[in-house]
């Protein structure tokens, strides 16, 4: 059983999860000879709190971007 884990922000809508689960399991399908039956995709969404990017929390990164445009 394929299992696909999708880690990101939150911020999608269920229609956005909606299709990202019908192509991942339909890619997941076609390329691993596996059933929609037997794929499971699951996400987990983390806060902008426990991100990191660059040695900087997420949450911190837009301050950044704010101070390099003024």
């Given at each position: 059983?394929?299992?696909?884990?999708?880690?990101?922000?939150?911020?999608r809508?269920?229609?956005?999860?909606r299709e990202?689960?019908?192509?991942?399991?339909d890619?997941?399908?076609?390329?691993?000879?596996?059933?929609?039956?037997?794929?499971?995709?699951?996400?987990?969404?983390?806060?902008?709190?426990?991100?990191?990017?660059?040695?900087?929390?997420?949450?911190?990164?837009?301050?950044?971007?704010?101070?390099?445009?003024?």
């Open positions: 059983m394929p299992i696909v884990r999708i880690e990101m922000l939150p911020g809508s269920i229609a956005q999860k990202l689960v019908r192509v991942i399991t890619a997941v399908c076609n390329i691993a000879h596996t059933r929609p039956e037997d794929t499971l995709v699951l996400f987990q969404q983390f806060s902008v709190e426990d991100w990191a990017k660059g040695g900087k929390l997420y949450i911190d990164q837009d301050d950044e971007d704010d101070e390099d445009d003024g």
